[in-house]
Antibody, heavy 121, light 108 residues
Framework: QVQLVQSGAEVKKPGSSVKVSCKAA????????ITWVRQAPGQGLEWMGG????????NYAQKFQGRVTITSDESTSTAFMELSSLRSEDTAVYYC??????????????WGQGTMVTVSS | SYVLTQPPSVSVAPGQTARITCGGN??????VHWYQQKPGQAPVLVVS???DRPSGIPERFSGSNSGNTATLTITRVEAGDEADYYC???????????FGGGTKLTVL
């Protein structure tokens, strides 16, 4: 059974960047896609984008185009999400999740524990 | 862009049936997935592809999808079912994943 382990909480200044990792602690990504979803405090789930590791092809939500970069390292079964030009509205819990398919469409059957990113001056 | 509309809240007494809707234009032509999220926890997939139940999810959870509305049905509701529920689809026209706004299920 796949377990996704994310990097720890981050506190960042406005205008800076943050890079969150997501490692498959048990199992590998194999041919599955990995997606990134965030949740601002008290708000709903928001899709940011995803990647198909075996092809290293990423797909981004229009809202985050130009600010987010999703990559993967198959050798370590780790995916990364980097968000730049941070602002206070980016304060949220960021989740990675495995797609049951090899495309970034859902459903997402395994989720990381979440990484809290706080943007504050 | 494609929009999914969920009621903000649904309340039900223990033992009764809860129905949570997810509205979208011709959503019946898409595959709908449902997630349960309890406070401070990551979401959990409870129904996939309209009506499939992942391993470990009780039979009390079921789904349907037709026309402009998909529905998550929880029978014999228990206190432990109290959570936020989100529907999700993939919009082929934009190649984007879309989540509904979420519904808070309260067990009275």
């Amino acid at each position: 059974q796949v377990q996704l382990v994310q990097s720890g909480a981050e506190v960042k200044k406005p205008g800076s960047s943050v890079k969150v990792s997501c490692k498959a602690a048990r199992g590998t990504f194999n041919s599955y896609a990995i997606t990134w979803v965030r949740q601002a405090p008290g708000q709903g789930l928001e899709w940011m984008g995803g990647i198909i590791p075996i092809f290293a092809t990423a797909n981004y939500a229009q809202k985050f185009q130009g600010r987010v970069t999703i990559t993967s390292d198959e050798s370590t079964s780790t995916a990364f999400m980097e968000l730049s030009s941070l602002r206070s509205e980016d304060t949220a819990v960021y989740y990675c999740a495995r797609d049951l398919t090899s495309t970034v469409t859902g459903p997402f059957d395994f989720w990381g524990q979440g990484t809290m990113v706080t943007v504050s001056s | 862009s494609y929009v999914l509309t969920q009621p903000p809240s649904v309340s039900v007494a223990p033992g009764q049936t809860a129905r949570i809707t997810c509205g979208g234009n011709n959503i019946g032509s898409k595959s709908v997935h449902w997630y349960q999220q309890k406070p401070g926890q990551a979401p959990v997939l409870v129904v996939s592809d309209d009506s499939d139940r992942p391993s470990g999810i009780p039979e009390r959870f079921s789904g349907s999808n037709s026309g402009n509305t998909a529905t998550l049905t929880i029978t014999r509701v228990e206190a432990g079912d109290e959570a936020d529920y989100y529907c999700q689809v993939w919009d082929s026209s934009s190649d984007h994943v879309v989540f509904g706004g979420g519904t808070k299920l309260t067990v009275l």
